[in-house]
């Protein structure tokens, strides 16, 4: 079975530092692979999504996330953040959805980002 | 453009009592899931449909009974509601073709007391 690792449950940077969140997943093939968000009191959001081809993905509010298979992960990068980043963050792997998996995915524990004037 | 509504966005139940959490989609997807959220736990799937009439466990089903008898409805029914589950619960719905992303409600807050 999948499985997915925030290392870091929270992070504090300041308004207009980079950011990396770190995904990692355990998964026999080649996975899909989701960062969500989640502002206070909301449901999840997608920033963005891998399925295949380029490793570089780009995504809504300014993130971008790149795969690495030799290090199985899925980081996600802003260079510069806004204090309306502040949210918690969430990682997830799904499998080939053609098969048993029928799209389930598998959350990590997630990543709160509090951003500092 | 509503895409998935839940109802109620609160609610506090006894223990013992039951209730029945609403899920609505307009987007015709046929896969519609529950999860619940938990502090540091991350979202934990309870059950999922893949069309009207076919439901099966996720990770943490105990306590829960889901029904899919329409494409757009997937009610989540608590019978003896229990201490344990506290928590918030979200309802998601996901495209039919390929490797669509699933969209999530806004959630329910539970409380058992």
């Known amino acids: 079975a999948q499985s997915v690792t925030q290392p870091d449950i929270h992070i504090t940077v300041s308004e207009g530092a980079s950011l990396e969140l770190r995904c990692n997943y355990s998964?026999?093939?080649?996975?899909?692979l989701f960062w969500y968000v989640q502002s206070p009191g909301q449901g999840l959001q997608l920033l963005l999504k891998?399925?295949?081809?380029?490793?570089l993905v780009q995504g809504i509010k300014g993130f971008e996330a790149e795969f690495k298979r030799s290090q199985s992960s899925f980081n996600l990068r802003k260079p510069s953040v806004h204090w309306s980043d502040a949210a918690e963050y969430f990682c997830a792997v799904g499998v080939n959805a053609g098969g048993t998996s029928y799209g389930k995915l598998t959350f990590g524990q997630g990543t709160i980002l509090t951003v500092h004037p | 453009n509503a895409g998935v509504t839940q109802t109620p966005k609160f609610r506090i139940l006894k223990i013992g009592q039951s209730m029945t959490l609403q899920c609505t989609q307009d987007m015709n997807h046929n896969y519609m899931y529950w999860y619940r959220q938990d502090p540091g736990m991350g979202l934990k799937l309870i059950y999922y449909?893949?069309?009207?009439?076919?439901?099966d466990k996720g990770e943490v089903p105990n306590g829960y009974n889901v029904s899919r008898s329409t494409t757009e409805d997937f009610p989540l029914r608590l019978e003896l509601a229990a201490p344990s589950q506290t928590s918030v619960y979200f309802c998601?719905?996901?495209?039919?073709?390929?490797?669509?992303?699933?969209?999530f409600g806004d959630g329910t807050r539970l409380s058992i007391l």
């Open positions: 998601a719905s996901r495209g039919n073709g390929g490797n669509q992303p699933q969209h």
């Open positions: 449909s893949v069309g009207a009439g076919i439901t």
């Open positions: 998964y026999g093939a080649t996975p899909y």
């Open positions: 891998y399925f295949s081809g380029d490793t």
